[in-house]
């Protein structure tokens, strides 16, 4: 498992190549499936359902050593809930531009369907609860923090354990 919080970019091909390397070391050549989400800046922010505004940049920011220990803990719920070989959860703060990569999952599994899944039970999570404050500056006017949004929120409650 790799977490990390970072201001440079990532190398998805790299990431992917130590992931499929760690277990070539330990004498295994089980992975069947490799899933990789990446999240981009965005050239438009969503002011409202019916607009969009154009911005010029977006600040990221977050809780040293809290934001670490929630992103580990949700990669171990996801290697609890499915047969994973491997997981990647790499996440970038500060300045960045619209194009910039901002977040990279990636998941291992000998089959497809597990890789999927945890890939996104990873990012419903990331984005709805992962501590991380986003800004975006307009091209004109004033920087505002960026709300969670409800859909994210919907998104995550399919995972919720049943009783």
Same mark, same amino acid.
């Given at each position: 498992?790799?977490i ?26 089980? %992975?069947?499936? /490799? ?11 969503k ?23 929630? #992103? ?31 977040? #990279?999952? /990636?998941? #291992?599994?000998?089959h ?26 307009? #091209? ?5 923090? %960026? ?17």
């Amino acid at each position: 498992m790799t977490i990390r919080i970072q201001t440079e970019d990532f190398d998805i091909t790299k990431e992917i190549n130590a992931l499929k390397e760690d277990r070539s070391k330990q004498g295994k050549q089980d %992975v069947g499936a /490799i899933v990789t989400f990446t999240g981009t800046v965005r050239d438009m922010a969503k002011k409202d359902k019916a607009s969009k505004t154009p911005i010029s940049s977006m600040s990221l920011e977050h809780y040293p050593g809290m934001t670490e220990k929630e #992103l580990s803990d949700i990669s171990e719920e996801a290697n609890k809930r499915w047969p994973l070989l491997g997981t990647t959860i790499i996440h970038r703060i500060g300045d960045l531009s619209p194009g910039d990569n901002i977040v #990279l999952v /990636i998941t #291992l599994s000998s089959h497809r369907h597990a890789a999927f899944e945890a890939a996104d039970f990873l990012m419903d999570f990331l984005k709805s609860k992962a501590p991380f404050w986003k800004k975006e500056q307009p #091209l004109e006017g004033d920087a505002n923090w %960026v709300d969670a949004r409800d859909s994210d929120k919907q998104a995550l409650s399919r995972w919720e354990k049943q009783n």
